[in-house]
């Protein structure tokens, strides 16, 4: 088995006296999808950060293959695509802009500008009509696509996704997810994904991280935190969801 | 910019009248006697081939004398005891020695206008008749008199400390205003009694009664004009033609010309020609703009102080607003400094930096560039630390270099707010801007102060109502740079 590509090794985060995440262990192999779940306040989020290089741990290391993470050299950001919940867009840029802002910055020429922007327009299902609106006239679905479109803009090896899904109605949530796995799937990155829904994180992943308190309480596929959960909040939190049995239509 | 600069060449342009000979810069003080004496001295400087210019109402006797060290003005009107009290600091002595001692600064003097015009002491004449006061001994009796004198007199050693020292004077409300104003609020009766020049204008009229300086607290002031000695060399003609002025006003002249120009509000330029026609047989050639002329001639003036002024605090004040957001202790202080300078009174800080910069644009334009800079810091400010976190996370997971950050996402992301405060700093010059006038800038504030002078509302409107069309313009021009500017995806977003 090939080594972890980015991982957090022993790291720390401290919030103040008593308040921290970690130490904690996790990593992410080349070209799987890795699931980050637990409740809300058990450091997702801070776990995405570090892991982005957003944040720095107090103790431990992030590792990119093997090696500290160096966050603030510009060709290791670009090696990271982040979509964050809502999409981020920034407001004073169009869709295509907000797509295009870094690549234009790097002086891709027009004509290969137009044909990734076409590309990923295609890959994500957005409708090239809208590329020219501004985020506060797109749907919620429409700017969670954009904002994965800019993700993907220079083609990164590793994809990190904060809630991609959240505050979106069912119908365009699951529409989304069909989308957002099989990009995934076509795409082959190395993903990383935080979500507090257990459903939505077995869809994606083989591969759950459980999260409580800053700690990791059990890390496994779905069928092993269900069958051998770690400890009483384990299984709590496994069976806090519940399967909808829909009859057979007539 | 560029307009800036276009708008600061109309003025300066503006500014010097047509003719090929030397340029005679004449100033005057703050009171229609000197702007009158000033309009005479300028008349006759033309009428022997100088390029005149009157900068009229320049501001006090330290602001005027210092025009004249600088070379700012050539030539100005003042007193023998108030150059050797207030200038020299040394008691009067006389003529000769007044040149002597001011030759060792430049300057020189001619001789006697032919008139005094020495501080009196006038009281409403029903109170002087109540209570039977004829001399400005009698007043010891009387301390719950209001006295209103003028802020200069005030401050004076020979003005009120040394009335009040000679005469052993009791009273306490005593408050400082502006010359003009005192004769109004003793016909409100709002004071009792004021300083008066003996040749006021307001000395024809019978609500005043003045009192006997029967003690000699008062020294004697013989008006003269006071000149450059490099004018000898530079502009002998002018200077020769200033000179003829010497011994020809008599108290009783100067009291006529003061009532024509204040009390019968005909402009100090035609009371001046009108007096040189008569007694000098000088027919000098003002043609008095018209009314058009002048409101343009001022709005270029005016103009280019805020043009320049607003340009230059635009060029500091965002910079100051980035580091501001970026550093928050640096950002504190930053904000706290700009906001104190909005606090100093614009006219002690038009004052404070005629020492730095003499008279004129110059001093005006930094003053109001640092009346500027606070809305534009604090917008800048203000709009750069309250981009959203979720935006700034976004931003900074792109791996754009931070100045490539600044220009591509954070400061279009502040715009609404930078412009917003851009626009009240704009707005807030045009209205400032009027206060130059005070220092020898131009602009709207001449005729609105020469205006409150002369009691003339209608001098007052000739500057205020461009000025207030003005700042709607200006107001109306930055909506739609706004509109022009910031992207339809922000608009309405920031108010």
Do not use: C
């Not at chain 2, 008749?129 to 004829?134: E, M, N, Q, S």
């Not at chain 2, 709009?383 to 976004?394: F, H, K, S, V």
């Not at chain 2, 102060?449 to 109306?476: D, F, K, M, N, W």
Request: net charge positive.
């Amino acid at each position: 088995m090939p080594g972890p590509v980015l991982a957090l090794d022993r790291a720390v985060k401290r919030y103040g006296p008593g308040a921290q995440v970690g130490p904690l262990t996790i990593a992410a192999r080349p070209g799987e999808t890795l699931a980050l779940i637990g409740p809300s306040g058990a450091g997702k989020s801070t776990v995405l950060r570090l892991l982005l290089g957003l944040l720095s741990p107090d103790d431990g290391a992030v590792r990119l293959d093997g090696a500290p993470l160096r966050a603030g050299d510009p060709s290791v950001r670009r090696r990271f695509g982040y979509v964050i919940q809502g999409g981020g867009l920034f407001p004073h840029l169009t869709a295509e802009a907000n797509v295009a802002l870094v690549p234009r910055w790097l002086r891709w020429s027009p004509a290969r500008l137009a044909e990734r922007v076409r590309a990923l327009a295609a890959l994500t299902r957005f409708p090239e009509e809208a590329l020219a609106r501004f985020p506060s006239e797109l749907s919620g679905g429409q700017a969670q696509r954009v904002g994965l479109m800019r993700a993907l803009a220079l083609d990164p090896d590793l994809l990190l996704l904060d809630e991609p899904l959240g505050a979106l109605d069912p119908i365009t949530r699951a529409e989304l997810q069909d989308d957002l796995r099989r990009v995934f799937a076509e795409l082959g990155k190395t993903v990383v994904l935080v979500t507090h829904d257990l459903a939505e994180a077995a869809f994606f992943s083989r591969r759950l991280v459980l999260l409580r308190d800053g700690r990791v309480a059990q890390e496994g596929t779905l069928e092993e935190l269900a069958r051998a959960p770690a400890d009483a909040f384990v299984s709590a939190f496994v069976h806090a969801h519940r399967a909808v049995a829909l009859p057979e239509r007539a | 910019m560029t307009l800036a600069a276009l708008a600061l060449a109309i003025a300066l342009g503006a500014g010097a009248p047509p003719g090929a000979g030397p340029t005679v810069r004449v100033g005057s003080k703050t009171f229609t006697e000197s702007v009158v004496l000033g309009e005479l001295a300028a008349q006759l400087a033309a009428s022997a081939g100088a390029r005149a210019q009157h900068r009229a109402a320049l501001g006090g006797t330290r602001v005027v004398w210092e025009a004249l060290r600088r070379g700012e003005i050539d030539v100005y009107p003042d007193y023998t005891g108030t150059l050797w009290r207030e200038i020299l600091g040394e008691a009067p002595r006389d003529l000769a020695a007044l040149r002597a001692a001011l030759a060792r600064e430049g300057a020189g003097a001619t001789a006697s206008l032919g008139f005094e015009d020495n501080y009196a002491i006038g009281l409403r004449r029903d109170v002087a008749a109540r209570l039977g006061v004829r001399r400005i001994s009698d007043l010891e009796r009387f301390p719950r008199l209001r006295f209103g004198f003028t802020n200069e007199f005030l401050d004076r050693s020979d003005g009120w400390p040394a009335l009040r020292a000679r005469y052993r004077l009791p009273q306490e409300d005593v408050r400082g205003l502006d010359h003009d104003l005192a004769y109004r609020a003793i016909e409100e009766g709002a004071i009792d009694a004021t300083d008066l020049y003996s040749t006021d204008a307001e000395l024809r009229r019978r609500d005043l009664a003045v009192l006997e300086d029967d003690r000699r607290a008062f020294p004697v002031y013989q008006a003269v004009l006071v000149y450059r000695l490099d004018l000898a060399a530079r502009a002998p003609a002018a200077l020769a033609a200033i000179r003829r002025l010497e011994e020809r006003i008599s108290a009783d002249e100067m009291i006529d010309l003061n009532a024509r120009a204040q009390l019968d509000r005909v402009p100090a330029p035609e009371v001046a020609a009108a007096f040189l026609r008569a007694k000098l047989d000088v027919r000098p050639a003002v043609a008095a703009d018209g009314l058009l002329r002048r409101v343009l001639r001022r709005t270029a003036e005016h103009l280019a102080l805020v043009a320049v002024a607003l340009s230059a605090a635009i060029v500091a004040a965002v910079p100051l607003g980035i580091w501001a957001a970026r550093r928050r202790r640096a950002g504190r202080i930053v904000l706290g400094v700009v906001g104190v300078v909005q606090t100093v009174p614009s006219l002690a800080l038009l004052v404070f930096m005629i020492p730095l910069l003499g008279i004129g644009a110059r001093p005006a334009i930094a003053a109001l560039f640092l009346y500027a800079l606070l809305p534009i810091v604090r917008g800048t400010h203000a709009g750069l630390t309250g981009i959203a976190p979720e935006l700034r996370e976004a931003a900074a997971s792109l791996g754009l270099p931070p100045r490539a950050r600044l220009r591509l996402i954070d400061l279009p992301l502040a715009l609404p707010h930078v412009l917003s405060g851009v626009k009240t700093s704009a707005v807030i010059t045009v209205g400032t801007a009027t206060l130059g006038a005070l220092i020898g800038a131009g602009g709207y504030g001449q005729p609105i102060l020469t205006g409150v002078r002369l009691a003339s509302v209608p001098l007052i409107l000739e500057g205020a109502v461009p000025a207030a069309l003005l700042a709607l313009a200006v107001q109306g021009a930055f909506d739609l740079v706004e509109r022009g500017l910031v992207p339809r995806g922000l608009r309405g977003a920031n108010g």
